[in-house]
Antibody, heavy 124, light 109 residues
Framework: QLQLQESGPGLVKPSETLSLTCSVS??????????WVWIRQPPGKGLECIGT???????????YNNPSLGSRVTVAVDTFKNQFSLKLNSVTATDAAVYYC????????????WGQGALVTVSS | QAVVTQEPSLTVSPGGTVTLTCGSS?????????PYWFQQKPGQAPRTLVY???NKHSWTPARFSGSLLGGKAALTLSGAQPEDEADYYC?????????FGGGTKLTVL
């Protein structure tokens, strides 16, 4: 069973950049087509998709970012390390959340593998 | 970006039936939105119950079923159990965008 692990600082100062990395911690990606997805959940609130990047068996295709976050968000893939990263600039208290990474296979299997989540607090 | 709407909260009696719905600000939800339904319990990551409108995983209890109903995606729980008390989120695909609904807090009481 594929397992994902988020890593990065749990505390970020206001106006600074939140950086997280997602790694495959057990198993391997077994689909030729899939999306990497970053999702966040503020305390006591719902889920929000931050950004995605698509792999179609040949290469990673363009990232899609939630327009509500504007140009603050950057998602990228390190193909060498098979890691997915998230950078969110100019954070404020409203960016405090549990951040999840996920892999969603687009092969009709419906597989949606989640990481355990990383709590990020924004405070000076 | 589209807005996906769900009932904020619902209550069902043990053994009862309840339907959760998932609507889209862009119009009717169709199979082309590939509706997913996730269940989340406190302190846990969400887990998929239903994908592509009606498909279930091996771990999805048979009492859950997905459908399209009146222009919305729907998740029906027939024969509610106490362990079904949780938050439920739908997810719709809009081309490359993925948008979650606000979630439904389901109480079994």
């Amino acid at each position: 069973q594929l397992q994902l692990q988020e890593s990065g600082p749990g505390l970020v100062k206001p106006s600074e950049t939140l950086s997280l990395t997602c790694s495959v911690s057990r198993g391997s990606i077994s689909s030729r087509t899939y999306y990497w997805v970053w999702i966040r959940q503020p305390p006591g609130k719902g889920l929000e998709c931050i950004g995605t990047m698509y792999y179609d068996g040949g290469a990673y295709r363009g990232a899609y970012n939630n327009p509500s976050l504007g140009s603050r968000v950057t998602v990228a893939v390190d193909t060498f390390k098979n890691q997915f990263s998230l950078k969110l600039n100019s954070v404020t208290a409203t960016d405090a959340a549990v951040y999840y990474c996920a892999i969603n296979y687009s092969d009709g299997s419906g597989s949606f593998h989640w990481g355990q989540g990383a709590l990020v607090t924004v405070s000076s | 970006q589209a807005v996906v709407t769900q009932e904020p909260s619902l209550t069902v009696s043990p053994g009862g039936t309840v339907t959760l719905t998932c609507g889209s600000s862009t119009g009717a939800v169709t199979s082309g939105h590939y509706p997913y339904w996730f269940q989340q319990k406190p302190g846990q990551a969400p887990r998929t119950l239903v994908y592509d409108t009606t498909n279930k995983h091996s771990w999805t209890p048979a009492r859950f079923s997905g459908s399209l109903l009146g222009g919305k995606a729907a998740l029906t729980l027939s024969g509610a159990q106490p362990e079904d008390e949780a938050d439920y989120y739908c997810l719709l695909y809009y081309s490359r965008a993925r948008v979650f609904g606000g979630g439904t807090k389901l109480t079994v009481l």
